[in-house]
């Protein structure tokens, strides 16, 4: 008589009687990933001035700010300005503006520059959310090209987010 009990093969063993295990590893399947593990860390300064949120801007920050605003948690109706995940937002001319033709300003062109947190490294929206702010910062009319650095210093917390992202957050079902 046959032990139904004893696994024939081990990568199919039952695992506290409740299924079989069917498991295959391939190191190379997420070769492109960057893994949190390998996330640098970088002191940057401290909570002063944070939650950044662009209060005093004016023409085109004021503009990036606001479609930043617009851009809310995949998994809360409240804008990521709100949550306290930007840091900052910094604009350069592109330094070809100043051998265009007579009219061109500052403002056109531009790069910005996100400075962004998660509220932690492990987030699983990290990749669509990160993607979603650097389109972002790109929309409005004058903005040549956007890029974001995520950073983790300092840390992100509860303390971040605004009034505004607070009552969201209640208004959600939150408790903060």
Request: glycine fraction near 8%.
């Amino acid at each position: 008589m046959t032990d139904d009990t004893t696994p024939t093969d081990p990568s199919k063993a039952a695992v506290d009687g409740r299924h079989d295990v069917d498991v295959a590893f391939n190191p190379d399947a997420d070769a492109g990933a960057t893994p949190c593990a390998y996330t640098e860390y970088v002191e940057r300064g401290d909570v002063d001035g944070l939650p950044a949120t662009g209060e005093d801007a004016t023409g085109l920050e004021r503009a990036v700010w606001d479609a930043l605003y617009a851009v809310e948690d995949p998994e809360m109706p409240v804008s990521i300005v709100d949550l306290g995940l930007i840091y900052g937002v910094e604009l350069e001319a592109d330094s070809s503006d100043e051998e265009t033709a007579a009219g061109a300003t500052a403002e056109n062109d531009a790069h910005v520059r996100v400075i962004m947190t998660l509220t932690y490294t492990g987030c699983p929206a990290r990749k669509m959310l990160t993607e979603e702010v650097r389109e972002a910062a790109a929309s409005p009319d004058g903005v040549a090209s956007a890029e974001l650095e995520l950073v983790w210093s300092p840390e992100w917390s509860l303390d971040m987010v605004t009034d505004q992202g607070k009552t969201d957050l209640r208004e959600f079902g939150l408790s903060v």
